[in-house]
């Protein structure tokens, strides 16, 4: 399984290894030999030998020393750069005291002359800004014509958050030692580390993190598909009832319908007020139709239909496009109380829910909230969009036993039994409607019988991979959500072939 880590979760792996016979000095040293099997095959391949190890003085240059060590014994011209002064960690001083006599130490030289560059500096407890000498050299490394590896992840980035210093420098090709590191796979950092790949440095079993964050794949996707009966029915494949749409928003609930028809339940039925089915009625001909009472444009709250509106689905999907009024935050709070199926919350259905969030402690329904990053502040009560958006989704996750969909440029996905990361798709998805549809796959996806987390997980996918698909051919500024949803057949074709 690909998995990735969090910083802290790095850590804890490494001090229960030690409790499971494994060292920490075994892991430099395991990390340092598969850093320079790496330049070895790099090297050989390309007729590449001259090697300059960029170290810092915490653990991340030992593994550096380690790997010039063995590179200076296979025939490679090595020098070490002694970028923050002489080593301070007991490991790292231990692994240059051992290298070799064949390896040229300096702590200033022209990155230009050499044919790889090896980044070791600064490893996963980086944050901030890289310091000036620092951010210099790099600037210069950048414009040379070497091959640029990142040993773990590349200096000036930070390994939970994503964030990265500009001076960082762009890596060919990033080594990640047991697990890649969540911050390397979010924007901007994803930018700096380019290939990622993990090498395996003995951890033990009994030492990998329990709440390790899945990485979304093909595969992965394909595994959480749900399966289609050859003799299924309509009502085999679940029905989702969409509360959602107002007089301004119609297009919100539009968007939820077709894309939870095109994910694949059997049944849709739109619950909104007449001037919203009136208007899609003739646009949307599969899904089927149950009006609520209205006011002002915003649907009320009527107990006894609404009751029977949710009474036999398998999923609900409320707040696309639905308003915020006094009405909706009612009509909410009865949803919760009488749906006994899985409510999927969006949009002004979360935006309601933040102001009395408590609600969810009253609810058997089990709840997927899927936030942007604004809304996830609001759910939080933060001023403003926090940098780490796993954190406070986390948090959420724990006190209120639900699912949370943390959308963003790259995704999070977090539930009790276990979390994701989806960072399929482009700026085509920046987009009105992008939300709505990928709600309603959600919904669809959970009616059909996926687990909530796995459903928002996959959902996240497939809407990227309709994204990355389109824009195969065409720019992602002029695509729409309807494309995106027209593209859904294909890309599900494609995964279950």
Known sequence: MDLIYTPKQMSCSEKKSEEFGVSLSCLMDNAGYCLAQRIIEIGFDSFRRRVLMLCGNGNNGGDGFVAADILSRSGFEVTVMLCCGSPKTELASSA???????????ENCRPDVYDIICDCVFGTGFRGE???DIASYFDKVNKSSAYKLACDLPSGVNALTGQADRHTIVCDETLSFHAKKVGTLLSPAKEYCKSI?????????????????????????????????????????????????????TGAAAMSCLSALRGGCGLVQLCSSKCVIDRLSGVIPEATFFTLPDSDGYTDCDEKLISEAVKNADCVLFGCGIGLSESTEKLLRFVLSAADCPVVIDADGINCLSMNID???DTRASIVLTPHPMELARLCGLDSVPEDRLGPATELCEKYGV??????AQTF?????EAYLCDRGNTALSKGGSGDML???????????VAPAKACALASHVIGLCADELCKDRSPRSVIARDIINQLPYVFFNLEG
Do not use: N
């Open 359 to 361: 609600i969810l402690k």
């Open 96 to 106: 240059f005291s051992k290298m070799s006599e064949r390896v040229h130490i300096t």
């Open 130 to 132: 890289l310091p000036g």
């Open 439 to 449: 709600a309603g796959l959600t919904a669809s996806l959970i009616a059909q019988g």
């Open 197 to 249: 790949s993990v090498s395996d440095i003995s951890i033990p079993k009994e030492a990998y993190s329990e709440t390790a964050l899945i990485h979304m794949t093909d595969d992965k996707a394909r595994e959480l598909l749900p399966y289609r009966r050859p003799d299924g029915h309509k009502g085999t494949f679940g029905k989702v009832v969409c509360i959602c749409g107002s007089e301004r928003y």
């Open 413 to 417: 996905v977090v539930s009790k039994e």
């Open 403 to 408: 699912t949370v969909m943390a959308k963003g």
